[in-house]
């Protein structure tokens, strides 16, 4: 899955992590400064944020883009020197855009989160008759938030085109590796649908968690700084009282519990949809069989398979009750825990209708983050489910010996002798 897109994958992804936790950790201990020596300065610390969508052409932006390609080019050249890959343009290059487009469209959500503040002070004048205002002056305040949606719209739809081809190129790799060895495969149970229907589920799968996780992962990286910038309006917790870093410790908390909560309700599932997936196939098989041979696919035979079907089907069915119990109560408390937290200083008068929206949106972006595994355990499941199909694929080319599943596949059909004959 990984040796046929990416150079010596276990290699390459730990290079992977540790160049960008370096380029991550050399920016915020200086390397941000680093662009006032090309005449790209930092903002001075008293300086008012920029409101707008001039933000992403300004000095410290500017320096961020040639920070983030130099740190690319040079990953890509250490690479392309130690271990060429016929697809390390795509693995390296392509995937540096993606994450670049990603972590583009977190900042355009902090540049919202930073609009948010005097605008919706200032519709607060304008409702509490404190404040004097035009139409016009209105509109140039709401034109602001459009042209950053508007900028934001069009990033989010480039890189879901680009993330698509990319991920049909990681399946077009798969297909290849597999198919350059399908002597060695074809006897594996589901051989043909492990290539066709797993690789493309692989694909679309990593698709979707891929670029949630990434854009998780950014979204903290973003939005924590932020978070902690706000707590000048929060002075403590309900029931906790006053604590270092009020916002960022209920925002840990919270999303901590919710996170075990539903790792634990949802511990057994990945096993039963893999068990799911293993009578599917055997009933499949039987039904292929059953095409070409008249003596296959008998009513005895496949009514048997079906009740498996059926068996392990409504076995899952009970397990997600409680699963789903336990996370759409944790969802559905999720939704005004934000309110909770910001009570005592609503109660109190500390806070203004801006600093109300920044904080909950801030808010509400970090325990989203935060809460990537709640909120994709099911994909998860699904995916470790049709990875185990396919590291069977692996063990076979490697010489291992096949899962237990597989090989007890493979000792049935010798046993009852029912191998199908080569067709050559």
């Known amino acids: 899955m990984f040796v046929s897109f990416f150079p010596k994958p276990k290699l390459f992804f730990i290079s992977a992590v540790l160049w960008s936790a370096v380029l991550v950790t050399v920016w915020y201990l200086g390397g941000a400064r680093l662009g006032g020596l090309f005449g790209l300065p930092q903002a001075a610390p008293d300086a008012p944020p920029i409101i707008g969508i001039s933000v992403f052409w300004s000095a410290p932006f500017i320096w961020f883009y040639l920070y983030f390609i130099a740190g690319t080019l040079i990953f890509y050249a250490f690479w392309r020197w130690y271990s060429p890959h016929p697809w390390m343009e795509w693995s390296i290059l392509v995937t540096s855009i993606i994450l670049f487009l990603l972590y583009f469209n977190v900042q355009v959500s902090v540049a919202v989160n930073t609009w948010y503040g005097p605008f919706f002070d200032y519709v607060q004048g304008l409702m509490g008759g404190t404040t004097n205002s035009t139409n016009a002056e209105f509109y140039a305040g709401a034109s602001s938030f459009a042209w950053l949606a508007l900028v934001g719209m069009n990033v989010s739809v480039v890189n879901a085109f680009v993330v698509q081809h990319w991920i049909f190129r990681w399946r077009t790799a798969m297909n290849s590796y597999f198919m350059e060895n399908w002597g060695k495969l074809r006897h594996i149970e589901g051989a043909s649908?492990?290539?066709?229907?797993?690789?493309?589920?692989?694909?679309?799968?990593?698709?979707?968690?891929?670029?949630?996780?990434?854009?998780?992962?950014?979204?903290?990286?973003?939005?924590?700084?932020?978070?902690?910038?706000?707590?000048?309006?929060?002075?403590?917790?309900?029931?906790?009282?006053?604590?270092?870093?009020?916002?960022?410790?209920?925002?840990?908390?919270?999303?901590?519990?919710?996170?075990?909560?539903?790792?634990?309700?949802?511990?057994?599932?990945?096993?039963?949809?893999?068990?799911?997936?293993?009578?599917?196939?055997?009933?499949?098989?039987?039904?292929?069989?059953?095409?070409?041979?008249?003596?296959?696919?008998?009513?005895?035979?496949?009514?048997?398979?079906?009740?498996?079907?059926?068996?392990?089907?409504?076995?899952?069915?009970?397990?997600?009750?409680?699963?789903?119990?336990?996370?759409?109560?944790?969802?559905?408390?999720?939704?005004?825990?934000?309110?909770?937290?910001?009570?005592?200083?609503?109660?109190?008068?500390?806070?203004?209708?801006?600093?109300?929206?920044?904080?909950?949106?801030?808010?509400?972006?970090?325990?989203?983050?935060?809460?990537?595994?709640?909120?994709?355990?099911?994909?998860?499941?699904?995916?470790?489910?049709?990875?185990?199909?396919?590291?069977?694929?692996?063990?076979?080319?490697?010489?291992?010996?096949?899962?237990?599943?597989?090989?007890?596949?493979?000792?049935?059909?010798?046993?009852?002798?029912?191998?199908?004959?080569?067709?050559?």
């Not at 069977?392 to 010489?399: D, K, N, P, S, W």
Request: net charge neutral.
């Open 193 to 424: 649908q492990r290539i066709q229907e797993d690789t493309m589920r692989f694909s679309q799968i990593m698709e979707d968690l891929g670029s949630s996780f990434v854009t998780s992962i950014m979204t903290l990286i973003a939005f924590v700084p932020v978070l902690i910038g706000l707590e000048q309006h929060i002075s403590e917790l309900p029931v906790i009282g006053a604590v270092p870093h009020p916002l960022l410790v209920a925002a840990l908390g919270w999303c901590l519990f919710g996170t075990l909560s539903v790792m634990l309700a949802g511990v057994k599932l990945p096993g039963l949809q893999f068990r799911n997936q293993r009578v599917e196939a055997a009933y499949r098989k039987e039904l292929v069989y059953g095409e070409d041979h008249a003596d296959r696919a008998q009513p005895v035979t496949t009514t048997e398979l079906f009740d498996n079907v059926r068996r392990n089907y409504f076995r899952l069915y009970a397990h997600y009750i409680y699963f789903n119990i336990v996370r759409y109560t944790y969802l559905q408390a999720d939704n005004i825990f934000a309110f909770i937290i910001l009570g005592p200083s609503l109660v109190a008068h500390k806070i203004t209708f801006g600093p109300l929206n920044q904080i909950s949106n801030a808010f509400g972006r970090v325990t989203s983050s935060l809460q990537f595994l709640l909120n994709s355990w099911s994909t998860i499941v699904e995916l470790q489910s049709v990875h185990k199909r396919l590291r069977a694929f692996e063990a076979t080319l490697r010489g291992e010996p096949l899962p237990d599943i597989d090989q007890r596949y493979l000792d049935r059909r010798t046993t009852l002798g029912q191998e199908v004959a080569d067709p050559k």
